[in-house]
């Protein structure tokens, strides 16, 4: 297949949409020009086309395998991995004091995103490696900053994250891996681990491990956990690999898609570590870096919606079959009504991701605490939101591209249905959709709603603008705001927190309809008589009333769900 980065989608957004232009006004990030930003994105774009795209299907024809122990990627990954790091692209973000680029999150995030159309299953290993440097760069000792961060963001080294146990996959706090004091410093870390993405690869002369375990003293559940940095070979003392740690892939999992990406089961016995945080202190240090790869998998699963989509659009473009203008289904309603969605959907999932990356550098960039704090929440808010929209977006998107295709969709040469393959897990690891949506409904709102409002404000603000020049679309967003306003007006209310978990998917979702009808109208009003505000137009029309049979189920309550026995439920 033939991907194109979407670049010029990417700056509209930055430019007339997020405001990025706020976060290129501060003095930390005040090298983001828009001539920076345009080469950057063009370069990655590139790398994306010619390099990253090609490797899409050998990922998923000749998947990573372990072979007496020992892991042998998918051809040309070694390759791909080498032109991200040669690129910098690891590090886009990452300290400048350890070789990083220091540059917003923004288009870090735009990077990969498109890096994940061209190949998800190789995008996946330098996305680990960002998550590790953030919390390493967050949390660690000096020592282990300036060991492990220069090489992680060169890519000579690739990090891992370990936090899911057979029993500890959302409950993370019933983990049982064990930290032993060695009484030099170091710890001795032992247990198993599932799950763990790219554990292992046959191109970093080192993989370091993020360890999730407990101390002996540690109390049961998440506050009794600390997290340790495990290499596969530890450093000697020139800092180099060397002798090898205990610890070692056990088996590679079988899974239904993103088969270039090894997934493992990691064995850990008594394996030396490093503690990276406070004693106990694990999970702090590890939201550090879920944080970033949540966003970074809404971005996984909006990358993977754009290549499903051009896939879909090229092949619509061609194949005959009924009559039409063309001779081809591009021409038919219901393909357009597909086609359109896919793009509709795919501009708010990128709005709303790129939104949130945005407050993530303005807290970074911003010195004065109260307004730091404001962009801290309104990133914090927003992140739930991004990951499961720009998932679940990227899951739809990519069924709608087979559907597209036809028969030929179900067939697996057309690689429609791997799209499709590769994308679903999204909705599952980094927390799954379930879980952030509760995240969004319970921890997030324990303002009392107070963020959530104040987006809603916005929007409602930005609709009154709208009035003088789309005053019909402008009122439809503006009305399903206020919808919005009185589901969560509803929500802060139950104390039982069961009445706001039985909504929570659908308020998520809901909430994501209307911050898309936001970015569109918004896209409308920058692009008069253009294809923006047309593509406005079919959304507000046709996607945004979504939103109201969403905010009815959200404010149904607990009751409802359990109306059925359990003998019911299986009779
Ligand atoms: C391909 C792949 C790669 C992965 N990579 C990594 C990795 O690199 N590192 C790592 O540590 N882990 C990784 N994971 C693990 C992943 O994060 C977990 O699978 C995920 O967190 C869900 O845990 P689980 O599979 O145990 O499902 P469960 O926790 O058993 O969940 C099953 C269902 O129950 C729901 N559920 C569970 N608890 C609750 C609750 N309290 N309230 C409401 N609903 C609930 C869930 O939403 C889900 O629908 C990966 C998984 C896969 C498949």
Request: hydrophobic share 45%.
């Amino acid at each position: 297949m033939s991907f194109r980065a979407p670049v010029p989608e990417y700056e509209f957004l930055l430019n007339h949409i997020v405001g990025f232009g706020q976060v290129a006004a501060t003095e930390k990030f005040a090298e983001a020009s828009g001539d920076l930003t345009s080469a950057i994105l063009n370069e990655a774009g590139k790398l994306c086309d010619e390099v990253m795209a090609p490797l899409q299907r050998a990922g998923d024809m000749q998947p990573a395998e372990l072979v007496s122990g020992v892991l042998r990627s998918s051809p040309g990954y070694a390759e791909g991995w080498a032109a991200i790091a040669e690129g910098g692209w690891i590090g886009m973000s990452a300290p400048e004091a350890h070789g990083g680029m220091g540059l917003p999150m923004a288009l870090t995030s735009c990077v990969n995103e498109m890096m994940s159309g061209a190949c998800l299953s190789l995008q996946l290993a330098p996305l680990m490696s960002q998550g590790q440097i953030e919390a390493l760069a967050h949390h660690a000792s000096d020592a282990l900053k300036d060991l492990y961060l220069p090489k992680l963001i060169s890519g000579e080294w690739a990090g891992t994250m370990n936090l899911t146990e057979a029993q500890a996959g959302s409950d993370v706090g019933a983990l049982a891996s064990k930290a032993e004091p060695n009484g030099d410093g170091t710890f001795a870390i032992s247990g198993q681990k599932i799950f763990i993405s790219w554990g292992d690869n046959d191109f970093c002369s080192n993989i370091c491990h993020l360890v999730l375990a407990r101390l002996p003293d540690g109390v049961p559940g998440t506050k009794g956990i600390s997290l340790f940095l495990v290499p596969k070979f530890l450093p000697d003392e020139n800092g180099d690999a060397g002798v090898a740690n205990a610890l070692k892939v056990v088996s590679l999992e079988h899974k239904m898609g993103l088969h270039g990406s090894p997934t493992c089961v990691m064995q850990y016995d008594g394996a030396t570590g490093w503690l990276v945080g406070h004693e106990h202190g694990g999970m702090a240090a590890m939201f550090t870096m879920m944080n970033n790869a949540r966003l970074g998998v809404g971005g996984q699963g909006i990358g993977a919606g754009e290549g499903a989509y051009q896939q879909a659009l090229d092949y619509a473009l061609e194949r005959k079959q009924g009559r039409s203008e063309s001779g081809t289904i591009v021409d038919h309603a219901d393909v357009r009504r597909m086609l359109m969605t896919m793009k509709a959907d795919l501009f708010a999932a990128r709005a709303i991701m790129l939104s949130c990356a945005v407050a993530i550098d303005m807290q970074a960039a911003t010195g004065q605490a109260a307004s730091q704090a404001d962009w801290a929440a309104r990133a914090a808010f927003l992140t739930p939101i991004a990951k499961s929209f720009g998932t679940d977006t990227g899951i739809s998107v990519a069924d709608t591209g087979v559907q597209v295709h036809g028969g030929m969709g179900f067939i697996e040469e057309t690689g429609a249905a791997q799209f499709l393959r590769d994308v679903r897990v999204t909705a599952i690891y980094e927390g799954t959709n379930g879980i952030q949506a509760m995240d969004l409904v319970a921890r997030k709102m324990m303002d009392g709603g107070d963020m959530a409002n104040r987006l809603m404000d916005e929007i409602e603000e930005q609709a009154e603008r709208a009035r003088t020049t789309h005053p019909n679309m402008a009122e439809s967003v503006w009305q399903a705001c206020e919808s919005l306003r009185e589901a969560t007006d509803w929500l802060v209310a139950q104390d039982a927190m069961n009445d706001r978990f039985a909504g929570a998917v659908p308020y998520l979702r809901a909430f994501a309809r209307v911050l898309g009808g936001h970015f569109h109208l918004t896209a409308a009003m920058a692009d008069l008589g253009g294809p923006r505000e047309k593509l406005a137009r079919f959304y507000i029309t046709r996607l945004l009333p979504e939103h109201a049979g969403l905010l009815a189920h959200a404010q149904a309550g607990a009751a409802g769900a359990y109306a059925l026995t359990l003998e019911e439920l299986t009779g």
